[in-house]
């Protein structure tokens, strides 16, 4: 007599993505509540029950949550985002306050942020519904530079901001190149304009701090080439396919397509494109008439002919 084996789990594959990021990227939950999912048992891939997130899957699997067909993955999608001071950037707060995700409009997918911004910073915070996107432009590596307005506490030694071009290390943290320049010295306070390519956690503030000047006031103006414009606060507006896809050098059919699903709205109308050629057509048809003209011409004059 033999033992009947043991259920077994699907094969590891080191094609396609893990699981929880194909269930995160379906807008399900976040990743990490995706893993929480699969320890539960509440994850079946091709039928069979899966209780570790380390599994690959493909678009051929079949993944099933709570019972549920997992749906195609969403195309990749980025927002800009006013945030106002006084709200975390997390989706849950353990002290109770109020999270940017609180104030965002109901109509939203579920987002993360791209990088973040503290509680009293202000201004430009990027949304997206991808993490791998959001991971992409969180990297030194991108070259996206962040571009703040700061007011910052006493008068301002410009050739200490020249100095922070080389970088400089604050109790044992290396920051990279900034760029600080004096927008306007008042009395007791000065706006400066500063730019980092790292964003390093709480970077602008320690480094100004360290140079005696406490930041007062911060606004992230611009995210590489994104810039905070003329958003109100607390206003989202969504960055067109087209030009998410220009920023990240895509320009694959495949892209193309995926990147422009759910925002046809926001393209130019069909007839406005297609006017160029609707007027050429009544010009085709003029000619085609003119032609038939002629043909009944000469026809007539023919006849005329053989009766003479």
Not at 239 to 266: F, H, M, Y
């Amino acid at each position: 007599m033999t033992d009947t084996p043991a259920q077994q789990q699907p094969k590891p594959s080191t094609e396609g993505e893990r699981i929880a990021k194909r269930i995160a990227r379906a807008g399900i939950c976040s990743r990490r509540d995706a893993e929480r999912l699969i320890e539960e048992g509440q994850v079946s891939v091709n039928g069979e029950v899966i209780t570790s997130p380390a599994l690959n899957v493909t678009a051929n699997d079949k993944i099933m949550v709570k019972g549920m067909r997992l749906s195609a993955p969403e195309a990749p999608r980025l927002w800009r985002y006013h945030k106002p001071r006084g709200l975390v950037v997390t989706a849950r707060d353990d002290k109770g306050r109020e999270t940017i995700f609180d104030h965002l409009p109901p109509h939203l997918p579920r987002t993360i942020t791209v990088g973040r911004l503290d509680l009293d910073s202000e201004g430009l915070l990027l949304l997206t519904n991808d993490g791998a996107l959001a991971r992409h432009l969180e990297l030194p590596a991108t070259g996206w530079s962040r571009k703040y307005k700061v007011r910052v506490q006493g008068r301002v030694d410009e050739d200490k901001l020249a100095g922070l071009e080389n970088g400089i290390t604050i109790d044992g943290v290396r920051y990279g190149a900034i760029e600080a320049r004096l927008e306007t010295q008042m009395n007791s306070n000065a706006w400066l304009v500063i730019s980092i390519r790292e964003g390093k956690n709480r970077e602008v503030r320690r480094v100004m701090e360290h140079l005696g000047h406490p930041v007062s006031r911060l606004i992230r103006l611009s995210y590489g080439p994104f810039q905070l414009g003329r958003l109100e606060k607390g206003q989202v507006e969504e960055v067109r396919p087209s030009i998410l896809r220009e920023q990240l050098g895509q320009s694959d059919s495949k892209s193309a397509q995926a990147g422009t699903q759910g925002q046809t709205k926001s393209r130019p109308k069909a007839k406005r494109a297609q006017s160029p050629s609707a007027a050429k057509g009544p010009t085709l048809r003029l000619g085609k008439s003119r032609h038939a003209a002629k043909g009944a011409q000469h026809a007539d004059h023919s006849r005329k002919q053989k009766r003479r």
